[in-house]
């Protein structure tokens, strides 16, 4: 019997009339669709009239599952696999399912359509020819400081995802780290009744949401950092800036902070050239 065929099938983000017509055309030809949220799934299903056996795949999935949707294909069946919304295998785990397929010499086939990501890039009017997707950050502070530093340090355009709970400390995170003045553009509800891009500075942007009674909506947030010229120094000049606080009774990660601010310079890198600097600790 002939192995089957795993098709990546990108779905709508919001709007439902943004699917493709090779979209419909393998999701009604799937003998199994697997969604991340069948909730979520079954609603476009039933839009389109297409009946299919649905099953829940998501990053929970246990190891049975695998082996069922592997054995489907091995049988020559067509899986389709869709995420919550957009194109599936982009910050969910149909990766692992992928790598499977391809071990295994099953044929995948991935059918393009919408996308947060690339979707916000187009509404920025940012210089996107050159851009970072970094999916959810870290819900978790001084992790996603981390992370902020590392994107400032790229110095291109980057996406993230965001909930509606934590988007105001990620803006409050941009302005601390990358800078109050830097440029995003902030997108909610993208490709729905209730879309909305702000195109400001990330203060500007923190203090239109945080003035709301209420913040709802998925977000999907475009951040251009903007590296200073004096992120140019030399570790040098910087052990030596380091030194002149060291001098004047600073403690190391007093001064590692003091330059960092001063300068734009992301604190690790900073720090990191303070621990060889001087014995005050």
Not at 224 to 246: C, F, G, N
Request: glycine share 8%.
């Amino acid at each position: 019997m002939d192995v089957g065929k795993l098709l990546l099938v990108a779905t709508p983000i919001g709007n439902l009339g943004d699917i493709t017509l090779r979209a419909l055309e393998a999701l009604r030809e799937a003998d199994v669709v697997a969604a991340e949220d069948t909730r979520r799934t079954v609603k476009l299903l039933n839009h389109y009239a297409i009946k299919n056996k649905l099953v829940s795949f998501h990053e929970y999935s246990r190891e049975a599952r695998f082996e069922e949707i592997l054995g489907l294909l091995a049988v020559g069946k067509k899986v389709a696999l869709v995420s919550d919304a957009g194109t599936p295998v982009i910050s969910d785990p149909g990766y692992e399912l992928v790598r499977r397929c391809i071990e295994k010499g099953i044929e995948v086939e991935s059918i393009p359509g919408a996308c947060a990501a690339v979707t916000a890039v187009t509404l920025s009017g940012m210089d996107c020819s050159r851009f970072l997707f970094w999916g959810f950050l870290s819900p978790k502070q001084a992790a996603r400081r981390r992370e902020l530093e590392e994107i400032q340090e790229k110095g291109i355009p980057c996406v993230v995802y965001e909930s509606p709970n934590r988007i105001l400390k990620l803006l409050a995170d941009v302005c601390d780290i990358c800078g109050a003045e830097t440029r995003v553009c902030v997108c909610r509800e993208l490709t729905k009744l209730h879309e909305e891009s702000l195109r400001m500075t990330a203060g500007e942007a923190r203090a239109e949401l945080g003035g709301r009674e209420a913040i709802k909506g998925e977000f999907v947030v475009v951040i251009d950092p903007q590296p200073a010229e004096t992120e140019k120094l030399s570790e040098q000049r910087i052990a030596q800036e380091v030194e002149k606080r060291l001098q004047s009774g600073m403690t190391k990660k007093s001064a590692a902070a003091d330059v960092a601010k001063e300068y734009g310079l992301p604190k690790n890198r900073v720090y990191g050239i303070a621990l060889g600097s001087g014995k005050r600790e």
